[in-house]
């Protein structure tokens, strides 16, 4: 069984801090995603990384960056987190071709005050 | 125009009833094509691919509409158990584009 693991489930920092989100796929997928997920606006991509030290932006890359020293992790960063970053961010992973099944971790809801 | 339209409902039905979600997309490019179904407070986890000659996972049926860029799923009897958001996923270049889901009640 696939497993994507994220380092948290509940989160919560203040104005400004920096915040790392870790997540680790056990099936040596090679493509990696960060979503955040809003009521309304459903799942929107931030980052993914199709091989290690490989990154792509999403769709709403700005606040965020990201890190793949490891296949099987993919970490997010938040350098100074903002109250508009409150939300649910979720992690998953696939084999290379894009067609295949995205396998999800938990999610971990962030609260910036 | 957003990229993946559903409709977002809360859907209420019966037990045992017949439902069906829409969906539009926007990218014509589009190659793969799949619902996804998201537990309250849960991940979201692979529901069925939709392939262009429509396909049935038992009480569960999906079309492709690519001229009109349109997708449905249709769920036969449905259980308590079916009660979830169902997301909308069309497939961009090397990425997935998620709805942001229909909202299914079941009740007794």
């Known amino acids: 069984d696939v497993k994507v693991t994220q380092s948290s489930r509940y989160l919560v920092k203040r104005t400004g801090e920096k915040v790392f989100l870790e997540c680790v796929q056990d099936?040596?997928?090679?493509?990696m995603f960060w979503y955040r997920q809003d009521p309304g606006l459903g799942l929107r991509l931030i980052y993914f990384s199709y091989d290690v030290k490989m990154k792509e932006k999403g769709d709403i890359p700005e606040g965020y960056s990201v890190s793949r020293e490891k296949k099987e992790r993919f970490s997010l960063i938040l350098e100074s987190a903002s109250t508009n970053q409150t939300s649910m961010y979720l992690c998953?992973?696939?084999?290379?071709?894009?067609?295949?099944?995205?396998?999800f971790g938990p999610g971990t809801r962030l609260t910036v005050l | 125009r957003k990229e993946v339209e559903q409709d977002p409902g809360p859907f209420n039905v019966p037990e045992g009833a017949t439902v069906a979600f829409n969906c539009t997309y926007s990218?014509?490019?589009?190659?793969?094509f799949f619902w996804y179904r998201q537990d309250c407070r849960k991940e979201p986890k692979l529901l069925m691919s939709?392939?262009?000659s429509g396909n049935e996972d038992g009480r569960f049926t999906a079309q492709l509409n690519r001229a009109s860029q349109y997708i449905s799923l249709l769920i036969r009897d449905s259980k308590l158990s079916d009660s979830a958001t169902y997301l909308c996923?069309?497939?961009?270049?090397?990425?997935?584009?998620f709805g942001a889901g229909t909202r299914l009640a079941v009740h007794p």
């Open positions: 998953a992973s696939t084999r290379m071709s894009s067609y295949n099944e995205q396998f």
């Open positions: 996923v069309p497939g961009g270049y090397n990425k997935l584009i």
């Open positions: 939709v392939y262009s």
């Open positions: 990218n014509s490019a589009s190659q793969s």
């Open positions: 099936m040596d997928h090679e493509n």
